[in-house]
T-cell receptor, first 116, second 108 residues
Framework: GAVVSQHPSRVICKSGTSVKIECRSLDFQATTMFWYRQFPKQSLMLMATSNEGSKATYEQGVEKDKFLINHASLTLSTLTVTSAHPEDSSFYIC????????????FGPGTRLLVL | KNEVEQSPQNLTAQEGEFITINCSYSVGISALHWLQQHPGGGIVSLFMLSSGKKKHGRLIATINIQEKHSSLHITASHPRDSAVYICAVSQGAQKLVFGQGTRLTINP
């Protein structure tokens, strides 16, 4: 199946700093990428949907100025957590869907963020 | 009530047992997805189905559109099948709506 990578896999940062997470589709063109957050023992929560070349669509309750999403190419989307705080500590997962993939979403391995 | 409900929430079984995880949904869908999340967090898409039944190795997924119900079966379960299994539904090219997951533990 198609491969989606995320970088970094884990990050620890100080409160107030910004963290950038990359999501790449390695062997297909991802016209749509999704960013999820998952707290321990909870299900995935969709944060935003991004289509290549256009602004991301954020879910209700997700601050777009805090979670900056850029989907500048068909293989790369980035999520930047700005001025991170301990409550932003979570597991962030991206998924990608290509124009030819139908509704199949391919998930990245996730990024574990710990804000001290 | 959640739009996607899974049962059971937790399931522990012995190696070799036949496993069934259920998923019911209350909205119109275009496809239903079964996902597997291992303890490290990575998610693998197991099945996407809109009707009937699909089989991959020891895994079988069925869906009944009229009853809005799907089941995931694992035959000859093995400790490496231990994971969280997530049911999700999609409506066209829209976002996925997730169930709360079923935590499966297979003991040797």
């Amino acid at each position: 199946g198609a491969v989606v990578s995320q970088h970094p896999s884990r990050v620890i940062c100080k409160s107030g700093t910004s963290v950038k997470i990359e999501c790449r589709s390695l062997d297909f063109q991802a016209t749509t990428m999704f960013w999820y957050r998952q707290f321990p023992k909870q299900s995935l929560m969709l944060m935003a949907t991004s289509n290549e070349g256009s602004k991301a669509t954020y879910e209700q309750g997700v601050e777009k100025d805090k979670f900056l999403i850029n989907h500048a190419s068909l293989t790369l989307s980035t999520l930047t957590v700005t001025s991170a705080h301990p409550e932003d500590s979570s597991f962030y997962i991206c998924s990608a869907r290509g124009a030819l993939a139908g509704e199949t979403q391919y998930f990245g391995p996730g990024t574990r963020l710990l804000v001290l | 009530k959640n739009e996607v409900e899974q049962s059971p929430q937790n399931l522990t079984a012995q190696e070799g047992e036949f496993i069934t995880i259920n998923c019911s949904y209350s909205v119109g869908i275009s496809a239903l997805h079964w996902l597997q999340q291992h303890p490290g967090g990575g998610i693998v898409s197991l099945f996407m189905l809109s009707s009937g039944k699909k089989k991959h190795g020891r895994l079988i997924a069925t869906i009944n559109i009229q009853e809005k119900h799907s089941s995931l079966h694992i035959t000859a379960s093995h400790p490496r099948d231990s994971a969280v299994y997530i049911c999700a539904v999609s409506q066209g090219a829209q976002k996925l709506v997730f169930g709360q997951g079923t935590r499966l533990t297979i003991n040797p």
